[in-house]
């Protein structure tokens, strides 16, 4: 518990990056900002906009939580002594943290100190007594120790709370799927995504089904559309009362990619390609709107 402490305090008191990325979320949700704005906003959690800042700057790096990996318990730890971790971390403040600003004009950096709130939000975003599942812990350590504590971190990253299904799911694509291959973390990234977003009372297999159906469908739709819109202007396209696809080919493509690969891995052969025609209503065995909902969120959140 100490030695996990430590790292955690260690981290807030090193530097947090509002790097390019945390700006462009920032910019999204609240705006664009001066050096001097962000520093007030910082300060003051009063300010909305300083609540979606703390938010995004006080989440923790893929190294941090590597590193925490390799000192957790194969399970995680219990609600309980996450909560006395909490408590430790926050028995240590006040720190004060080192802003490295690289976007805004000014300095390069700032100090800030960090906010119990802020604390709090650095610790519980650490999933640290996420549910980790029956059997994936023991599968896991019998592989090499570098791949496996990243696998771990991923899972306990997820969320997830374990049906029997989809954890023999994700087993059965581990054990299939080749470690050595360069999209093996990118497919084990999306195996958890689609799990987490899985509509209740849904197994593993038709729900996969109907996630590939869904995106061919929609793809397929696309195409459709661009080759009716081809060589037509605005006016024409009003007229005749055709609107252009509202879908994110590229991700629907990674999406549809990942899905027949972890299906092929798990199932076998993958159900036949071509062009889809079916209703959302047709393609899937659980509760249509539950289906929509679920791949959109996945769309959303993917980067």
Not at 13 to 34: H, N, P
Not at 195 to 217: D, F, G, Q, V
């Amino acid at each position: 518990m100490k030695k996990l402490a430590s790292i955690i305090i260690n981290a807030l008191k090193g530097e947090l990056q509002a790097d390019a990325a945390l700006f462009a979320q920032a910019d999204s949700l609240v705006g664009a900002f001066t050096f001097d704005e962000l520093k007030k906003a910082l300060a003051d959690p009063d300010l909305p906009e300083g609540q979606v800042l703390m938010e995004l700057l006080f989440s923790p790096g893929e190294d941090l939580l590597l590193r925490l990996e390799e000192h957790l318990p194969q399970k995680g730890l219990s609600s309980s002594r996450a909560k006395k971790l909490e408590q430790a971390v926050l028995a240590a403040l006040p720190i004060k943290a080192k802003i490295a600003c690289h976007r805004q004009a000014g300095p390069p950096y700032f100090w800030l100190e960090v906010p119990a709130f802020g604390a709090m939000r650095f610790v519980r975003s650490l999933n640290l007594d996420s549910d980790m599942g029956e059997q994936i812990p023991s599968f896991l350590q019998k592989r090499e120790k570098k791949q496996a504590l990243a696998v771990r971190s991923l899972v306990r990253q997820a969320g997830i709370v374990w049906t029997g299904a989809f954890e023999s799911f994700f087993l059965a694509f581990l054990e299939q799927a080749n470690w050595q291959d360069d999209d093996f973390m990118h497919l084990v990234r999306k195996a958890l995504e689609f799990t987490a977003h899985a509509p209740k009372n849904t197994l593993p297999e038709p729900y996969l089904e109907s996630i590939i159906l869904w995106c061919r469908m929609h793809l397929e739709q696309a195409r459709q559309t661009k080759e009716e819109l081809a060589g037509t202007n605005k006016e024409t396209r009003m007229a005749l009362g055709i609107r252009p696809a509202f879908v994110d080919e590229n991700r629907l493509g990674q999406s549809l990619l990942a899905a027949e690969k972890i299906y092929g891995l798990v199932f076998g052969p993958i159900l036949p390609k071509g062009s889809v025609r079916v209703s959302d209503q047709e393609l899937n065995p659980c509760n249509p709107q539950d289906l929509r909902l679920a791949i959109r969120a996945m769309l959303k959140d993917e980067d």
